[in-house]
């Protein structure tokens, strides 16, 4: 489908997020809702399931479900179940740390289901850095109960400067897995915006990872890096911003936002208690408004703004940036930042349990932290 039919928008999302919890036992340095605690207002399982019904009656086919950690939901099971069973596919994202045998042969055994688990480094001394001393120990006991029972999941990736040179590891991993890999973009979100200037990619390795991408078609991006389509050839997926165009996110509390980097009041449509999902969706001012061009700028006269469509609106919102400006990583633009690797970051994750018998075989400690 053309860029220009997609920047108008559609009758329904294409990619629907719903963060479906704050909770989460886990406090990643880059987390993009800053999730930890579970809100008191978030939306109660009756409220959840209308929802997923209305969904269903606007043809949504599939959504994200992520967090906060989904799985720490007291009805997760029984939500994922009722929206498969209203005919939407259903893709989760989780640290993997509530995955044990009974839940691995429940994601095995579910039709239309597809789940990420999240890992950030190909080795736990980069991994835990950024998301807190035994989840890697945990992300991989899940990684090895799913692939028991031949489940394909994917496993997905946020590329800082203490990552990108391991990509070609962290790709014979998850293929020794037989996974996906997909890696996503670093945005200065949430927690993220603490450590942005820390983990953020220069623009060399910006150009190592464009090339890197166009070596690796099987390896998803969804529409993370078509910042760097300014570089030559597009690369594959997403080539455009899709915020309130096919792309929304739906909080706990029921607020819907144009995209899932930018849980701000400024990009905030509406709230699913006080008016239907689907009349924010058509209706929405914010929504028309971005479905508008956004070209300005050095955008406006550069000759790979066909590509690149100016970059990622979430980025240069928490870079002070106007929308129709260009993206601070925009790879035509000189240098900007500190170069080398900064250590000790601006956060520390906490950490997290490990089962005995899967520190043994990963590290971690049992006692300590939070259980997963």
């Given amino acids: 489908m053309r ?26 340095v880059h987390c993009l809702s800053s999730s930890g605690r579970r809100a008191a207002d978030e939306l109660t399982t009756a409220e959840s399931r209308r929802l997923i019904d209305e969904w269903a009656e606007m043809r949504v086919f599939y959504i994200n479900v992520g967090g906060g950690e989904p799985m720490v939901h007291p009805d997760f099971f029984a939500l994922m179940e009722h929206a498969i069973d209203r005919g939407i596919g259903v893709k989760f994202s989780t640290n993997g740390s509530r995955i044990d045998p009974a839940a691995a042969r429940w994601i095995a055994t579910t039709d239309y289901l597809d789940v990420q688990i999240s890992l ?8 835990d850095a950024l998301r807190g001393e035994g989840s890697y120990a945990n992300a991989r006991n899940a990684m090895d109960l799913l692939a028991a029972e031949g489940f394909p999941f994917k496993l997905n990736h ?30 200065p979100s949430g927690r993220g915006l603490q450590v942005w200037e820390q983990l953020r990619l220069t623009q060399a390795q910006n150009r190592t990872l464009y090339d ?33 165009r096919i ?24 709230n699913v208690r006080t008016r239907p999902f689907a009349e924010i969706w ?47 990583e925009c ?42």
């Avoid at 703004?305 to 106007?322: E, I, P, Q, S």
Wanted: glycine share 12%; net charge neutral.
């Fill in 120 to 127: 950030d480094g190909v080795d736990a001394t980069v991994n």
């Fill in 331 to 372: 790879v035509r633009r000189p240098e900007t930042g500190p170069l080398e690797n900064l250590i000790p970051l601006a956060l520390a994750p906490r950490r997290v349990r490990v089962p005995a018998a899967v520190a043994a075989r990963y590290g971690g400690h049992e006692e300590g932290g939070t259980w997963g």
């Fill in 158 to 187: 946020v590329v800082t400067r203490r990552s990108v040179d391991r990509l070609d590891d962290l790709h014979a991993l998850a293929s020794g897995y037989g996974a996906q890999l997909r890696l996503t973009r670093l945005r």
């Fill in 3 to 28: 860029y220009e039919a997609l920047s108008r928008g559609l009758a329904a999302p294409i990619c629907l997020t719903w963060e479906i919890t704050y909770a989460c036992n886990l406090r990643c």
């Fill in 212 to 244: 890197w991408l166009r070596a690796h078609p099987d390896v998803l991006t969804g529409d993370s890096f078509f910042h760097l389509s300014a570089l030559g050839e597009p690369l594959d997926g997403l080539n455009m911003c899709g915020a309130g």
């Fill in 247 to 270: 792309v929304c996110c739906v909080d706990p509390r029921g607020d819907v936002f144009a995209c899932p980097f930018v849980l701000v009041d400024e990009f905030r449509a509406g």
């Fill in 282 to 328: 058509r209706d929405s001012p914010l929504f028309a408004r971005l479905r508008g061009e956004q070209v300005g700028g050095g955008c406006a006269t550069c000759g790979a703004y066909d590509r690149c469509h100016g970059g990622c609106m979430a980025v240069k919102h928490f870079a002070g940036l106007r929308l129709d400006e260009p993206d601070p």
